[in-house]
């Protein structure tokens, strides 16, 4: 039996629905449980979705917190798994998707059974923020060092700056389930404008560029048409981005998963221009793009740059704003034959993310 936790289940975002995806690839198993956060009162309507349509794929056993925080869900998480424990349920693996490290890695030895094969940890970081702690980095290394646990990284460039770091423990990068299989296209929205179509889409945050991208826009109706779409990831970010509101391209709303397939569908480009970001993480928005067959605009850096210097599926913008009006201009448009290139190169893409090979590599692992 394998425990899959997600205790941030309930936070605002896609981890329920990045975690119902996750089950649809996988496919039903009897042998694989989740354990999911909800909260006590307010549930959204999308996350009481998601866990119905994921009980199709396996047993669901839920856990109440009072708030989304990934703290809370850790700590509350490790109990139900103590009474799971106790059951008479044979587990022998547990696989968090998200977790605090940190707690996880001082509370995890008062919770572990003698039996346990592995635990499975994935982390989205880099390992900076530990190591500058001693306290922290004593904790966690002694943790990592557990005969049972494996950390995960979803890069390679994050799984080898872990492995400098902490060299004695057991550390992997996770094949990426991102793309459903023999998902059914989606058919785009045709440009009959002749411009170009960008969209910056998701949760609305500062560092993605929006400071210098959409003044460009704004003040150059001829440069093409820009979408600005999702909801805000807090109340401060709302604040500094207010000049989004008078931004016709602006929507501001919680984009359900069909929803956000249906708008990034309906774009040219999906722009990735990062600027407050580890750029040693995966970023989401490619694999969307591969979803509705788009390219991506990133800079030539991190994990984003290594797969379109792989693949070819997106093209590489000047770092900053001085030369981007003209980079934009110079964009391959739908139909040309270098728009057509970069489409096999996200082609390309998708087929090395998906597929049965990709799904049986990550079973065996976690």
Not at 25 to 37: E, V
Not at 103 to 125: A, D, E, M, R, T
Not at 218 to 226: A, D, E, M, P, T
Not at 331 to 342: G, H, K, N, R, V
Request: with cysteine; charged share 25%; glycine share 6%.
């Amino acid at each position: 039996m394998i425990i899959i936790v997600q205790p941030w289940f309930s936070a605002f975002g896609h981890p329920a629905q990045s975690l119902l995806n996750l089950a649809k690839i996988i496919g039903k198993h009897s042998d694989i449980t989740y354990l999911i956060s909800i909260l006590n009162d307010n549930i959204d309507d999308s996350i009481e979705i998601a866990r119905k349509e994921l009980k199709s794929y396996g047993q669901v056993i839920d856990y109440p917190v009072k708030t989304s925080s990934v703290r809370e869900g850790t700590i509350k998480s490790l109990a139900s798994l103590k009474r799971l424990f106790t059951s008479k349920m044979l587990i022998e693996k547990v696989f968090f998707l998200d977790a605090h490290l940190v707690l996880l890695s001082v509370l995890w030895p008062f919770y572990c059974p003698s039996n346990i094969k592995q635990l499975g940890v994935v982390y989205l970081l880099g390992p900076e923020k530990i190591i500058q702690n001693s306290v922290v980095k004593y904790f966690v290394g002694k943790f990592l060092q557990r005969k049972e646990v494996v950390l995960f990284l979803r890069t390679d460039e994050l799984m080898l700056d872990w492995q400098k770091a902490f060299p004695r423990a057991q550390i992997k990068c996770l094949p990426s389930l991102e793309i459903p299989p023999d998902e059914a296209p989606i058919m785009a929205k045709e440009n009959s404008l002749n411009e170009i179509r960008l969209g910056i889409l998701g949760q609305i945050r500062l560092g993605k560029g929006l400071e210098w991208i959409v003044p460009i826009f704004k003040n150059n109706s001829s440069l093409g048409q820009l979408t600005v779409a999702g909801a805000f990831s807090h109340a401060a970010a709302q604040k500094s981005l207010s000049f989004l509101k008078d931004f016709d391209g602006f929507e501001e709303k919680f984009l359900s998963e069909s929803e956000l397939l249906h708008l990034a569908s309906e774009q040219d480009y999906l722009l990735m221009l990062y600027d407050d970001w580890d750029e040693r993480m995966e970023g989401a928005v490619m694999f969307l793009a591969a979803r509705v067959n788009r390219p991506v605009i990133v800079y030539d850096k991190g994990w984003c740059g290594r797969m379109v210097n792989k693949y070819e599926n997106g093209m590489f913008a000047p770092l900053g704003p001085d030369d981007f009006s003209l980079f934009v201009k110079a964009l391959p448009l739908p139909d040309s034959e270098e728009y057509e290139a970069l489409l096999r190169g996200v082609l390309a893409f998708k087929n090395a993310h998906t597929g049965k090979s990709i799904r049986k590599a990550f079973l065996d692992v976690i």
